[in-house]
């Protein structure tokens, strides 16, 4: 039972650490490119251990990252509830998936939440598409094995379940 909690709390460590990481001042051209630290936490929990983490988890972080950000109340929420689902139904299957292609599907992942994101900040006010948009993207797909590995061996260091 005591495993049951730290693991839990090892888990929301982890997403604290990431929104820590999306609202750090990063300079110049690293803000650019940061990608979304919070969703890829989120989605690498969902495949490990999809009985903690889902749907409420996800739409709850979301809202504290549009806090976070400034973003209007919902966005994140409905971007990463949206995500976070299909990893839940996809999950089985991610999980066999060699890491390479699972860098495929979180390509797919964020580019799916950008291009949300952008959707919901066009119709508040039009906005153009510039080049930049598509970095956090790329980066993120880039960083996926780094926060794959990092994040199993704090899932194995004491087999959270």
């Avoid at 989120?42 to 976070?68: C, N, S």
């Amino acid at each position: 039972m005591m495993n049951s909690y730290s693991g839990f709390g090892r888990i929301m460590l982890t997403i604290v650490m990431a929104m820590c990481l999306r609202i750090a001042p990063w300079p110049g051209f690293l803000s650019g490119i940061n990608p979304d630290w919070v969703l890829l936490v989120l989605i690498y929990w969902t495949i490990a251990v999809p009985e903690r983490i889902g749907i409420f988890h996800a739409w709850t972080v979301g809202l504290l990252t549009d806090v976070l950000t400034g973003r209007v109340f919902g966005q994140y929420a409905l971007a990463y509830t949206l995500i976070i689902y299909f990893c839940l139904v996809l999950h089985k299957r991610l999980r066999q998936f060699p890491l390479p292609q699972q860098g495929l599907f979180i390509f797919f992942c964020l580019l799916f939440s950008q291009i949300l994101l952008f959707w919901l900040k066009n119709i508040q006010h039009p906005a153009q598409l510039h080049t930049s948009f598509w970095l956090p993207v790329f980066t993120g797909t880039l960083c996926w094995p780094l926060i794959y590995t990092a994040l199993r061996r704090v899932r194995l260091s004491r087999r959270t379940k």
